[in-house]
């Protein structure tokens, strides 16, 4: 069964562009998360959907960033206007409320470097 | 504060040790618990849930102490393909929402 799938894998990118970053969770389930990862900071959660719909935007740094889901098959977070300091791994997770053990299941992360 | 306290190492142990992570939530209303393992520029895996009456599987055993909010992994008879960074990782639910990680304890194995 595919897993979740992210891409892309690695950007690098100049300040200021526009970055899109695109997942698709597993089929069939009803939560999608957005996590960013540094060194400095570990896993953070930046927002998570619920049957597409965001729940908890709370986590999003700034107005740059921006997620959305339009379906249950796909999702994006895009950064306008990107700066260095969103150099970072993101992660897109999903998970399904019907599974007793609530486990996360990851993409292998889209690697962005902004100059 | 974090909702998720880990010490971060690195533990670096030789091959046949015995090592522990421990790590401490600050929800009292947290429902479940997990260790998540990491590998260098891979994803977070899940590892093993952490059940109340504690649990094992093969090597590894994970306990919860809900009194102290503590949450602990022992790995026995350690094999260099255990290193790699250990997430301490707990929910608010049992359905699918709120998971906060901690930073992460990095752990090497050394022939």
């Known amino acids: 069964d595919a897993g979740v799938i992210q891409s892309p894998r690695h950007e690098v990118t100049e300040m200021g562009q526009e970055v899109t970053l695109r997942c698709k969770p597993i089929s069939g389930h009803d939560y999608l998360f957005w996590y960013r990862q540094t060194m400095m900071r570990g896993l953070e959660l930046l927002i998570y959907f619920n049957n597409n719909v965001p729940i908890d935007d709370s986590g999003m740094p700034e107005d740059r960033f921006s997620a959305k889901m339009p379906n249950a098959s796909f999702s994006t977070l895009k950064i306008q206007p990107s700066e260095p300091r969103d150099s970072a791994v993101y992660f897109c997770a999903s998970s399904f409320s019907g599974m007793n053990t609530g486990e996360l299941f990851f993409g292998e992360g889209s690697r962005l470097t902004v100059l | 504060r974090k909702e998720v306290e880990q010490d971060p190492g690195p533990f670096n142990v030789p091959e046949g040790a015995t090592v522990a992570f421990n790590c401490t939530y600050s929800?009292?209303?947290?429902?479940?618990f997990f260790w998540y393992r990491q590998d260098c520029r891979k994803e977070p895996k899940l590892l093993m849930s952490v059940y109340s009456s504690g649990n094992e599987d093969g090597r590894f055993t994970a306990q919860l102490n809900r009194a102290s909010q503590y949450i602990s992994l022992l790995i026995r008879d350690s094999k260099l393909s255990d290193s790699a960074t250990y997430l301490c990782?707990?929910?608010?639910?049992?359905?699918?929402?709120?998971?906060?990680f901690g930073t992460g304890t990095s752990l090497t194995v050394i022939p």
């Open positions: 929800n009292s209303a947290s429902q479940s």
């Open positions: 990782v707990v929910s608010l639910t049992n359905t699918g929402n709120q998971f906060y």
